[in-house]
């Protein structure tokens, strides 16, 4: 089921998260989507210097979708409603950049970190083609509204995921489900999807072999944490000594969507399909190691 939750600003808004139960969680398994969210507000969106298709090229788009299976096959979803140019929950809370406000920022924003310095951090200043998102500065009060309103309540969902699964199961494995774009002038895929487990940090080894070997047995060529190793879900999260296991899964969108029009291609449903026999294969696993 849904778990509703009002968002802050507009009572017309989604809530910032949905949360799709199975009946009955089956095996230690989670997943979660920060970056497929597509609300826009109207105001972000006259503010915004970009017509609505290019801001909507920094989404991780129908990621939701490839998952939908999930909560039919025993596991949850959780997925964000709100766009992560508008709110990356990806981020540390506060990682801010000075030049984008209009005013100084509290002593306790993070403005230094390479995410910041790259345009990319909480609140986005560039879309990923480098592309400047705001007509205007914005107020510090406008960034609190997002963090509070919108990463706050994603992240108590997640973290109380975690908590509620690692009590059932004594350990448990969160796959952090994202989409990466094919680069420019790259030739042919580099590879279809590449597992971030923080260079062995956010997951038990066991854990990264479970899911590699299972996506490799369905054809999908793959590499290790390069150049995805894992954003601030996977380092924030990722606690493989105390049998919680994270590991950001990125899917070239190449396989399924349109990246110019953020568009469906047919390559979705196949996709979806190997994702629910993943799943399926996961669900079916041993688990024994979580508890050591």
């Known amino acids: 089921m849904d778990l509703p939750i009002k968002s802050p600003d507009r009572l017309d808004s ?9 009946a009955e969680p089956l095996a230690p398994l989670l997943l979660a989507s920060p970056h497929s969210g597509r609300h826009y507000p109207a105001a972000f969106l ?49 990682e801010l950049d000075p030049g984008m406000f209009d005013g100084p920022l509290p002593e306790f924003v993070n403005s230094a970190s390479p995410r910041v310095g790259a345009g990319l951090g909480t609140i986005a200043r560039v879309v990923a083609s480098g592309e400047a998102v705001y ?55 580099v590879a279809d999807m590449i597992l971030g487990d923080a260079h062995g940090t956010a997951a038990a080894p066991r854990a990264t072999r479970l899911l590699e070997e299972a996506l490799s047995g369905l054809g999908y060529r793959l590499r290790r944490n390069d150049p995805y190793a894992g954003g601030y879900v996977t380092r924030h999260y990722g606690r493989p000594r105390d049998g919680v296991q994270v590991i950001q899964l990125e899917i070239a969108r190449s396989l399924y ?32 190691f979580l508890r050591g």
């Open 14 to 22: 989604p809530p910032p998260f949905l949360l799709q139960r199975p």
């Open 135 to 189: 007509r205007r500065r914005l107020s510090f009060d406008e960034a609190a509204d997002r963090v509070r309103g919108l990463w706050e309540p994603y992240h108590a969902a997640l973290s109380g995921l975690i908590a509620e699964t690692t009590r059932r199961f004594g350990g448990c494995l969160l796959i952090d489900c994202h989409s990466m774009p094919s680069l420019p002038g790259e030739s042919g895929r």
């Open 46 to 94: 006259a503010d915004s210097r970009l017509d609505p298709v290019a801001l909507r090229r920094s989404e991780d788009g129908f990621v939701e979708e490839i998952f939908a299976g999930a909560p039919g096959l025993g596991v949850p979803l959780l997925a964000a409603t709100f766009p992560r140019v508008y709110c990356d929950a990806n981020r540390e809370p506060w």
């Open 257 to 288: 969507m349109d990246e110019r029009r953020v568009q469906r291609l047919p390559g979705l449903a196949t996709l979806r399909a190997d994702m629910d026999r993943l799943l399926a294969a996961l669900v079916a696993a041993d688990w024994d």
